[in-house]
């Protein structure tokens, strides 16, 4: 069986949480998103291809533009999903939603930066 999402694309380091030039180093220290502790710790660099993972100081500031739209995309419809077809009241559907975000939040962060770091850094093939 075929995989989905091919290695080399920009989709791969994303959904895989790999290091965007060679796509085999992981980007977080840790793989556990939940462990709140290090869910955010980076290597420096990628221990297979040495590309710079702190490319700049508050380089993953911009990650916060990546995770906003996201954020938007899965809040708005969750919301109307529960009080239109739910028929929830819309405060409970807002602390709903609110749950939700916040067992979501280590994930959409780990994303962001990927996503983020992935528009910056090309894939190369290892020779």
Known sequence: MKPIIKKGS???SIAHLKCPHCQEGNLFSVSNAYDLKHMLNMP??????HEDFKVEPGFYSGALWV???IVI???IPLALLQIFCFDIPFVLAFFISLLVMLVLQPLLM???RAIWINIFVSYEARS
């Open 44 to 49: 420096d660099y990628c221990p297979v291809c």
């Open 67 to 69: 995770s906003y739209p």
């Open 110 to 112: 780990r994303y962001s």
């Open 73 to 75: 995309f899965i809040l």
């Open 10 to 12: 920009k989709l791969y």
